[in-house]
Structures are given as structure tokens and as C-alpha cells.
């Protein structure tokens, strides 16, 4: 990490001693490394992941902080604080996590729940170390690693699920608390374009959110950009929002507009479209938080918290 400039690893670009995520400290490093806050063994076609292979059983971490604020979080309790205060952990080695993958039968791990785009290191880690036995890595992000964390974290990742929300930075600003991020769409753009170049099989998804990004335009040209970009057979996932944490006033998305959007995507030649009516997140639940001194074990897979799914 560069001291005497800004920190890389995401596109917020902190200067030295202003971590938004609270995860850096002064120097740009990464505090409190190994730190985990939940796990849930589960299948890769929940992420959603469904293109890369048949279904598979993956050991999901998550730990906490987010470089974004987004008012509908599912996550919110993980995403949104910047100490971990009241959160339970647990440090857990590259070589116990994937020892733990193994013993439940697992066949690769996924790095999701906060963003874990603001821990790099660990990912990279856990990950380099998951492919000496064999495992598969799998990365559910918002896309907002700059080029230079792609560069560092992609040869170790098989597969990776990204959040394109909008083309408008207006929408990140309003909705996603990006204020500050210049550029802040064609950066994710980036981003995305950054991980299928280098590889990675890539899946988008997109949650519409009524009243904010539900326009059939700015759908439509999402869906246009993926298939320039990213290439016809991308898949790309039309989730529906539902009331949660900021945004608990409004209502859930009405299933017509992802149906529009599927229809206008589908027409303009994307080939992969997918609409998920219930379930389409890849949220934490309660019970996979871990608790005060809890011992390493993951949580069995319930009911989402946010949407009701699982």
C-alpha cells in the first residue's frame, strides 16, 4: 500500500486516515485480517451463480464493512457499520477455512455478504490457498474494485457475481451513498469489464428498485452494455427488490417491470435473462451471523431475511 497517496483498493481512493470503510488504517492496510462474521455453507446457485457449472455445495463468508451505503441493504448490520462494534467474529487462517470447506463437503468458497471488495487481502488469500486443494473461489461483489485489485485478485477466482445497478451516476449518489465517487458508473463499468477480461466467467445482476432504477430505458441499456461488453451469453439476473432497511416504505418491485425488462433484453439479443420473482439475493440471515465466542462452525441454511426466500 502507497502511504503517502490515496488507497487503490476500491474506487473510493481514501486518502490516508479517512477509511469510509473503516477497515484501513492509517497507512491504507487492512485492519483485523481473517476476521469473519458470517458463514453459511449453501450452493452456488443460490448467489446467483447458475452458468458456470452443475450446482455445488460452497462454504460462504462474510465479514463486515461496505464502501457503499445502499438504502435497501439486506445486509445492513454487516454492510453499514464501520467498527464491527456488536457484531460477533471469528479469526479464522486461509488453511481453517479451507479445511473447514472440506470437512463439510464443500466444493469451492464464496466471499459475499459485505463487500468483499474492501478486503482483498483476505480474499486473495483464503483464495490462493483454496486452489492448492482443488476448491473453487467465487466473488459476489458491487464491483467496485479499481483496476489494480482485479488485477491482484482475479488469477485466483473462477466465477464472479456483479452488481451493475444503474448507467447513472445519479443513482449511485441517491441510492447507493456513492456521493463523492467521480465517475462512479463507468468505474463499476470497469470493473466488470476488468474481471471478464481477465477470465473470470462473470453473471450480472441487477436489483430494481421501484421509483429509481425501474425506467424500461435505463434497463435496456444495461442489458445493451452487458451484451457489448461482456458478450450475448452473459447471464443477467432481474431481481426483484423488497422492503428492507431505508427503503421499507416502498413497495416490492411489480413482477411486469422485470417481465419488460426480460422481454426488451431478450429482443436486443442477450441471450442468458433471468427474472427472480422471490429469491434473488445473497443475503446474510440472522442465524448466519456468528455470535459472541462462537465456535467455527457455519450456520445451516434458513430462510432469507429480507425477501423470505431459501
Known amino acids: 500500500m502507497n502511504t503517502a497517496g490515496s488507497c487503490h483498493v476500491c474506487i473510493r481512493e481514501c486518502r490516508p486516515g479517512q477509511s469510509f470503510c473503516g477497515r484501513r488504517d492509517g497507512a491504507g492496510n487492512l485492519v483485523f485480517r481473517n476476521r469473519w462474521c458470517a458463514m453459511r455453507v449453501d450452493s452456488l446457485f443460490d448467489k446467483p451463480i447458475t452458468h458456470f457449472s452443475e450446482n455445488m455445495k460452497v462454504l460462504s463468508l462474510g465479514s463486515w464493512g461496505c464502501n457503499l451505503r445502499c438504502l435497501g441493504c439486506q445486509n445492513p448490520r454487516l454492510s453499514w457499520t464501520t467498527s464491527g462494534e456488536g457484531l460477533g467474529y471469528v479469526d479464522m487462517a486461509p488453511e481453517t477455512v479451507i479445511r473447514m470447506a472440506v470437512e463439510k463437503g464443500c466444493e469451492g468458497i464464496c466471499y459475499t455478504y459485505n463487500e468483499p471488495a474492501i478486503l482483498v487481502e483476505d480474499v486473495m488469500s483464503v483464495a490462493r490457498a483454496a486452489k492448492g486443494t482443488g476448491l473453487r473461489n467465487f466473488l459476489v461483489t458491487n464491483s467496485t474494485l479499481t483496476p489494480r485489485s482485479v488485477e491482484r485478485i482475479a488469477p485466483w477466482l473462477d466465477a464472479v457475481a456483479a452488481d451493475i445497478k444503474s448507467l447513472e451516476d445519479d443513482f449511485y449518489d441517491r441510492y447507493c451513498g456513492a456521493v463523492g465517487i467521480a465517475r462512479v458508473a463507468a468505474k463499476i463499468l470497469a470493473c466488470v469489464k476488468a474481471f471478464h477480461d481477465a477470465g473470470c466467467h462473470v453473471e450480472v445482476r441487477t436489483n430494481v428498485i421501484p421509483g429509481g432504477n425501474d425506467t424500461r430505458s435505463g434497463l435496456a441499456a444495461i442489458a445493451h452494455w452487458i451484451k457489448m461488453n461482456l458478450g450475448e451469453g452473459t447471464p443477467w439476473y432481474i431481481t426483484r427488490f423488497f422492503p428492507a432497511h431505508k427503503l ?41 451471523l456468528i455470535a459472541p465466542h462462537a465456535p467455527t462452525e ?12 431459501g
Not at 254 to 283: F, N, T
Not at 298 to 309: D, I, L, T
Open 248 to 288: 421499507a416504505h416502498l413497495d416490492a418491485t411489480p413482477v411486469e417491470v422485470q417481465e419488460r425488462a426480460r422481454d426488451v433484453s431478450l429482443a436486443d439479443g442477450l441471450k442468458r435473462v433471468h427474472i427472480y420473482q422471490d429469491k434473488g439475493c445473497d443475503c446474510a440471515a440472522e442465524s448466519d
Open 298 to 309: 457455519p450456520a445451516p441454511a434458513k430462510k432469507c431475511s429480507c425477501c423470505g426466500g
